[in-house]
């Protein structure tokens, strides 16, 4: 005996030592993920894109790969003509630039501006008189070498130049925008800058609130926070590492992701281990074993459960973008995190007082009760005899409302929107975006272009000008857009030469969009070796990927939890009607969600990710809560029968799974504080859809239809054949 205590003793001693030294390297990871982050939406496509091929491609014809800055400067009137000395204020101030320091560049030396440079910056008059442009490129092997990470040192560009600006022109009359690509890719790194304080800040709030009305105690619930943010921990220590070594590609949207599903998932099932822990800790004197009795019996449902997510979220891996595949490993490592410190940290913390563990569950600490009577559940008591008594009223009403909120489903948006769309906020690049194209043609500043045989260079241009939203194309002789020159020879690569064509509309614009999408119909039917590439073409070929994945990915993921659950409950019928009232549930979250999107939030649209997401989310989330409740229910069908076995079960799990939902819908609507289009439709449809599938699917439709059908939803199994 004494041996196995000391066994015993050093095995938990391991396990602190080792959670604690988890907690200090990952939260030191937690920090650094936004380091590792890539947000270029062309780092996320496929190589046998068309607009990839094009990029690799354009390489041969231009020195590297170059991003847009353009610095819009206007009179403090937008519309008004420039005053007196603009242009030469403008050619003072653009002298000081390549000398600007770049913002946390490293230690020694600090970097410049002008390091990353391509060229020297020249102000450029619009013809209206109205406006100055200052066109920069930055040199992105040039900025990977600075910090090994092209989005800081774009960002540190940016602020750097705002920062003078503001210097320069102050007390001139003149106002400025730094806009371009490279604006655009600053702004979305600064919102996803929320991620590591304000979003966790709010989700572990919002957490902690709904965890102390559940408990009633003052010590469960920093219990339950503090597993969640050791698991977190566990999560982005593993993910940095990949990330830094190029084994998976994060991006903000899966770096926030991640941090919802850590803390929704390590709370769902600390919740339900606490659940169940208390009703053993009224069986039996000693929490050693009612904590021993607990942890068996949530192995099951909470193993079934984190291997269901972990199902979904991996057939990501079929996705053509890398933005969505690489969010299924950074997700399942996520949940594995979550599950390893749901049944190995927290029940240390709750066995930590010893004899005097019930302390913890103060002001209400269980006592030893070893009559059932005496353990009722009230309200859920209640539901679940209210639910038994008029089962095929429920269940059928329940499905009609779910049906008709279904019905706006197909009004769901989801083609794509314009890259001004994706922030919330005021945002710098959005507003001198707008500013450009009133005094500048908006396809001049990131023209499409055309990679083509030199002889079919002509069948090309004549083509590309008869496309309605296209200015002009011509080719590509070695000049800039806005240097003025004209003419020269063109460049000839391999017999390859370079078309540029310029659109009426920007190619941040689903207008812009729509013209490439014409274009390359119109040119292929002339030259069908003919690459289409630029901006709006990669816009293009990630909104036609995503689509594409909608298709493949959706029917994988129900096939593989339809199997899951078939495996778990020894039936087919129950795995089949609980995976219908899944997707009926999601169907009804979608088809609210396009009626307040399109109708009182007027959104533009939505990503084609948002709803696969929201389907992998919703679905296999969904099932979590199915199996915490039948689970249970399959457990005391076998003592009671299916009928009783609904109403014991209900009564048990229906304010555990009720709470699990809750935390988990608070979780995610956390993601809503990022002022990111994306993230704010997904934090809607997934806490809306996790109340819907929890509050109406759970505990009225499933035990509603279960109870109803009696043995008979266990088919094939012996249950089924008992009567």
Known sequence: MLRNGVVRGLAILVLVAGWLAVGAFGGMSQG???????????????????????????????????????????ADDADAALPAGAMATASAAIEGWPALALPGAGAGDPATVGDVLTADPVVVPSEDGEALLVPLSLDAEQADAILANDERVTGAVVEALRDALAEDLDGTSLQSWVTGPAGFVADLVTAFGGIDGVLLLVALGAVLVILVLVYRSPFLPFLVILNAVFALCAAALVVYHLADAGVLTLNGQAQGILSILVVGASVDYALLIVARYREELRLVESPGAAMRTALRASLEPISASAGTVIAGLLCLLLSDLASNRSLGPVGAIGIVAAYLASFSLLPLMLLMLGKRSRGLFWPRRPVVDTDPAHTGHGVWEKLASRVGRRDRRVWIGTTVVLLVAAAFLPTFQAQGTSQSDVFRTQVDSVDGEKVLAEHFPAGVVQPSTVFVDQGESDAVIAAAEDVDGVLSAAVYTGSSSFSGQAGGEAVV???????????????????????????????????????????????????????????????????????????????????VLLMLANVLSFAAALGVSAIVFNHVLDYPGADPAVPLYAFTFLIALGVDYSIFLMTRVREESLRVGTREGVRRGLAVTGGV????????????????????????????????????????????????????????????????RRS
């Open 32 to 74: 650094r993920l936004s380091q590792v982050q890539t947000n270029d939406s062309a780092a996320f496509l496929p190589s046998s894109a068309e607009s990839t091929r094009a990029a690799q491609e354009a390489e041969a014809f231009t020195e590297g790969q170059a991003l847009p800055v353009l610095v819009v400067i206007t």
């Open 493 to 575: 690569v391999d017999g390859r030469v370079r078309v540029d064509v310029t659109t009426e509309a920007g190619a941040d614009t689903t207008a812009g969009v729509a013209a490439v999408e014409r274009l390359r119909t119109a040119v292929h039917e002339v030259a069908p070796d003919a690459l289409v590439g630029g901006a709006a073409a990669e816009t293009l070929d990630a909104q036609d990927a995503g689509t594409r994945d909608l298709r493949v990915i959706v029917p994988v993921v129900l096939v593989v939890i339809l199997l899951i659950l078939m495996l778990l409950l020894r039936s087919v019928l129950a795995a």
């Open 657 to 720: 799974i009720t709470s699990a939902g809750v935390v988990l819908a608070m979780t995610f609507a956390a993601l809503g504080v990022i002022p990111l289009l994306f993230l704010a439709q997904l934090a809607f449809i997934v806490a809306f859809g996790v109340l819907v599938d929890t509050l109406v699917v759970r505990n009225l439709l499933v035990p509603a239809l279960v109870h109803d059908l009696g043995d008979r939803v266990w088919w094939p199994s012996k249950i089924a």
